[in-house]
């Protein structure tokens, strides 16, 4: 079983910066390609930024330049760091995984963390 933990959400003014980690815990053999999700209330989960596992990160056009998707292999987590934050970024951010256990492979999914910009 693999467990995956989000953290780092919170309060931010508008401009404002935060960082999101992701960690993956459990009967862990590899890990595959990592993203990040949000949901905003009354929207549709969106897909904010994927890394592969050969390390090729892409962004939706809305984050683009302000948003930066990285990780730790040793420590089994990733990172979403969030420049320029605006209003429009509120949402629960939900990080995906794709690994290998000790069974299978499979999509495991954190909790979600909230991210609120406001004045």
């Known amino acids: 079983q693999v467990h995956v933990v989000e953290s780092g959400g919170g309060l931010v003014q508008p401009g404002g910066s935060l960082r999101l980690s992701c960690a993956a815990s459990g009967s862990i053999v590899s890990i595959g390609h990592r993203r990040w999700y949000r949901q905003a209330p009354g929207k549709h989960r969106e897909l904010v930024a994927t890394?592969?596992?050969?390390?090729?990160?892409t962004y939706a056009d809305s984050v683009k330049g302000r948003f930066t998707i990285s990780r730790d292999n040793a420590k089994n987590t990733m990172y979403l760091q969030m420049n320029i934050l605006k209003p429009e970024d509120t949402a629960v951010y939900y990080c995906?995984?794709?690994?290998?256990?000790?069974?299978?492979?499979?999509?495991?999914w954190g909790q979600g963390t909230q991210v609120t910009v406001s004045s």
């Open positions: 995906n995984v794709d690994s290998l256990s000790s069974t299978d492979w499979g999509s495991y």
């Open positions: 890394l592969s596992s050969g390390g090729i990160t």
